[in-house]
T-cell receptor, first 115, second 113 residues
Framework: AQSVTQLGSHVSVSEGALVLLRCNYSSSVPPYLFWYVQYPNQGLQLLLKYTSAATLVKGINGFEAEFKKSETSFHLTKPSAHMSDAAEYFCAVSEEGQGAQKLVFGQGTRLTINP | ETGVTQTPRHLVMGMTNKKSLKCEQHLGHNAMYWYKQSAKKPLELMFVYNFKEQTENNSVPSRFSPECPNSSHLFLHLHTLQPEDSALYLC????????????FGQGTRLTVV
């Protein structure tokens, strides 16, 4: 079964600094990987996805992630943090189910932006 | 707006009450999901429906009873819940085939008193 590990339940950066959120996966098949963002009292919104095409994936709000097979990683980055980036971020891997696929999520990383 | 709508947004219920959560999607998807999000715990997949048929029940207690009358609607019927069932319940939908992203509703914040 696939699994996802997010290193660091809390990450704090200064406004304008680099954001790096770590995600490592375990999968017996070529993975499909996703990053979602959750703002307070909201559902999950897709930031970006990797589906075996380009290894560097660009998403919304200036975020991007790089798939590294050798490291089994899919870390999320943003060059310059903005106050509005404060949220919880989830990495997920898609697992084939009986008919419909299902997403397996990491435990989430809460990102705090300091002024 | 993700195309997935959940009602109500907030619900407070006693342990002896019966209530239902509703989810509706306007994306033409055939797969729908219930997830539970508790504080300090990962998102837990509860149920998966594909073309109205339940394909996965992740060992969920019987006090949670899902219903999928058609591919656009999903319900979660609740009865005799416990305080530890208080959580954010998220509905999602996706295409029925292939490994693809899911689209989430805004969730129902449930408090059991």
């Amino acid at each position: 079964a696939q699994s996802v590990t997010q290193l660091g339940s809390h990450v704090s950066v200064s406004e304008g600094a680099l954001v790096l959120l770590r995600c490592n996966y375990s999968s017996s098949v070529p993975p499909y990987l996703f990053w979602y963002v959750q703002y307070p009292n909201q559902g999950l919104q897709l930031l970006l996805k990797y589906t075996s095409a380009a290894t560097l994936v660009k998403g919304i709000n200036g975020f991007e992630a790089e798939f590294k097979k050798s490291e089994t990683s899919f870390h999320l980055t943003k060059p310059s943090a903005h106050m509005s980036d404060a949220a919880e971020y989830f990495c997920a891997v898609s697992e084939e189910g009986q008919g419909a696929q299902k997403l397996v999520f990491g435990q989430g990383t809460r990102l705090t932006i300091n002024p | 707006e993700t195309g997935v709508t959940q009602t109500p947004r907030h619900l407070v219920m006693g342990m002896t009450n019966k209530k239902s959560l509703k989810c509706e999607q306007h994306l033409g998807h055939n797969a729908m999901y219930w997830y539970k999000q508790s504080a300090k715990k990962p998102l837990e997949l509860m149920f998966v429906y594909n073309f109205k048929e339940q394909t996965e029940n992740n060992s969920v207690p019987s006090r949670f009873s899902p219903e999928c009358p058609n591919s656009s609607h999903l319900f979660l019927h609740l009865h005799t819940l416990q305080p530890e069932d208080s959580a954010l319940y998220l509905c999602a939908s996706s295409r029925d085939r292939g490994r693809t992203e899911a689209f989430f509703g805004q969730g129902t914040r449930l408090t059991v008193v």
